[in-house]
């Protein structure tokens, strides 16, 4: 096998490997929860033993760390702006006249 095979079957494997993307958000676990405790991946680095690495990035802090995969845990999206609202789903949104009243007078 060619060095170029081996380490593009390499990063294949690697990239397999790791349960988070770059880009993406993360927490620390069993940290303080803090304000800003959320991270970035900014790169995904070889496996320590059989856990991947992780470069990360606070946008508070200057400088990145890197984490293991067991020490992370992805952060939830928060929900689209259409379903956060279950109040606008039955009631409309301010300002909007409901139909049945809107055409009630008498």
């Given at each position: 096998?060619t ?11 690697h ?50 760390r ?36 809107a055409?009630?007078?008498?």
């Amino acid at each position: 096998m060619t060095p170029t095979r081996m380490s593009q079957q390499s990063r294949r494997v690697h990239s397999a490997t790791h349960l988070f993307t770059t880009g993406q958000s993360v927490r620390l676990k069993n940290a303080v929860l803090l304000a800003g405790n959320v991270y970035r991946i900014t790169a995904s680095l070889p496996p320590t033993g059989a856990s991947p690495q992780y470069r990360i990035r606070n946008e508070n802090e200057t400088f990145e760390r890197m984490a293991s995969e067991a020490d992370l845990e992805l952060v939830a999206a928060s929900p689209r702006r259409e379903e956060s609202s279950s109040i606008e789903k039955h009631f409309g949104r301010p300002g909007e006249a409901l139909g049945s009243v809107a055409g009630a007078g008498g």
